[in-house]
């Protein structure tokens, strides 16, 4: 059966512009996670979607959203780009939640400059 | 406050040797869940294994075998006779069902 699907792999946006990352999780997984990683600050949770509804918020600013469709698929968008926005987004997505634990993708790359 | 400490940043063995890797996580939760993720240079994170608080059964599968003690807040991962495949960053997390968090990994090197 086929993973969770980021797209796009890798992205170069320049400072101030707004960027929307995609992901495509396991078919039935319902919840669905986004998380940053970054060399120093290593992998941050930003929210969970579940049935479309935001469950769950990481301490992250409000240039950072994100939603889910009925399908279950998400996307999260950063509007005013900074460069310490420079990361590896991961998408996860569970069954029902985030402690049946998770199945990741392959990530975005996301370059500011 | 939560918090998962990998203290071990980079750890190299000879392939064939035992390796533990360590993780302490600090939480005031009385229920929580505890996993293990192996990230290869591919990127993706690869579920390993999941614990809950209540359950302190130590678990073997294959080379694979962890350790749990509540008493001491670790959840230990050791890896018999590695592998040059085993070579990536091991990231361990601690959480509810509400959010997690991630210790800062350690990357593991097996050579040949």
């Known amino acids: 059966k086929a993973g969770v699907t980021q797209t796009p792999r890798y992205l170069i946006k320049t400072r101030g512009q707004q960027v929307t990352l995609s992901c495509s999780p396991i078919?039935?997984?319902?919840?669905v996670s986004w998380y940053q990683q970054t060399p120093g600050q290593g992998l941050q949770f930003l929210f969970e979607?579940?049935?479309?509804?935001?469950?769950n918020k990481g301490n992250f600013p409000g240039r950072f959203s994100g939603r889910q469709f009925s399908n279950s698929r998400s996307e999260m968008n950063v509007s005013t780009l900074e460069l310490g926005d420079s990361a590896l987004y991961l998408c996860?997505?569970?069954?029902?939640?985030?402690?049946?634990?998770?199945?990741f993708g392959s990530g975005t790359r996301l370059t500011v400059v | 406050a939560q918090k998962v400490t990998q203290a071990q940043t980079e750890i190299s063995v000879v392939e064939k040797e035992d390796v533990t890797l360590d993780c302490v996580y600090e939480?005031?939760?009385?229920?929580?869940?505890l996993f293990w993720y192996k990230q290869p240079p591919s990127g993706e994170l690869v579920f390993l294994i999941r614990?809950?608080?209540?359950?302190?059964q130590n678990e073997i599968s294959g080379r694979y075998s962890w350790n749990f003690q509540k008493s001491t807040s670790s959840f230990n991962f050791t890896i018999t006779a590695s592998q040059v495949v085993d070579s990536a960053v091991y990231f361990c997390?601690?959480?509810?069902?509400?959010?997690?968090?991630f210790g800062t990994g350690t990357s593991l090197t097996v050579i040949p």
């Open positions: 078919s039935g997984h319902r919840s």
């Open positions: 939480t005031r939760d009385t229920t929580y869940y």
């Open positions: 996860a997505s569970s069954l029902a939640g985030q402690s049946y634990g998770y199945t």
């Open positions: 614990r809950n608080s209540f359950d302190e």
């Open positions: 979607y579940f049935s479309e509804t935001q469950r």
């Open positions: 997390a601690q959480g509810t069902g509400n959010q997690f968090y």
